[in-house]
């Protein structure tokens, strides 16, 4: 299982953008946080084009499918939807990894149970406004 934002396991943050002109606002190489919605299709578009690795938000199975379409490296889904997202990944053979997004320790081991590939806390996920 991986881990982004827990407090003992450092690691990658992901940089939440709403528009392409935030993506000036981010590291090199760091991996953006998109909510996917038809109304970000250009910044989805946009990342895909210039190979930039990419979490995708998603709130149920057909955007799940759209985000692994899209070449998303991790699908970010709530607790709910995570053992029915992680069935359909391994089913078709994603690349992309599930995550639950969690906000409590507790949840870690329940999403371990039902194989889920990680999981984020809301701290990995850092804001940047254009």
Do not use: W
């Amino acid at each position: 299982m991986i881990f982004f934002g827990h407090r003992f396991i450092e690691n990658e943050n992901f940089y939440h953008i709403c528009c392409i002109e935030a993506i000036l606002n981010t590291p090199p190489s760091s991996t953006l946080y998109i909510e996917f919605s038809e109304e970000n299709l250009d910044i989805i578009s946009h990342t895909v084009l210039n190979s930039m690795p990419i979490a995708l938000y998603v709130e149920n199975i057909t955007q799940l499918l759209y985000a692994s379409a899209f070449g998303a490296k991790y699908i970010v889904v709530e607790k709910e939807l995570a053992k029915t997202a992680q069935n359909v990944a391994e089913n078709y053979l994603f690349d992309a990894k599930i995550l639950a997004l969690i906000e409590e320790e507790n949840d870690i081991e329940e999403l371990a149970l039902l194989g889920v590939d990680g999981t984020i806390f809301p701290n990995a996920i850092i804001k940047i406004n254009s």
